[in-house]
């Protein structure tokens, strides 16, 4: 399984709406609002590279509302935690 990371620049006001449509690109398993240079991560899983591909250039990038996608591939993930624990604030 192939692991990437698409960092997205979104127009203003297009964050909540583009969130929605990019879980239901098959692939994107998660995506998080985020404060910095970017507004969205979006978490891709992937069987090859060839479908990391297709999905970023054919099926995300052209998606209205981004400006701009940057894309990084994980080689390994290493954690101590379970990972869904992480983000489990207590509520």
Excluded: C, Q
Aim: no cysteine; aromatic share 8%; net charge negative.
């Amino acid at each position: 399984m192939i692991t990437a990371f698409v960092l997205f620049t979104v127009e203003p006001g297009a964050v909540a709406p583009l969130s929605e449509r990019l879980l239901d690109v098959p692939g994107i398993t998660e995506v998080y609002s985020v404060a910095g240079p970017y507004d969205l991560i979006a978490i891709a899983r992937v069987r090859r590279h060839e479908d990391l591909a297709a999905l970023v250039t054919t099926h995300v990038a052209n998606l209205a509302g981004i400006v701009r996608t940057e894309t990084s591939i994980a080689f390994r993930a290493f954690s101590k935690r379970d990972l869904g624990t992480m983000w489990d604030i207590g509520e």
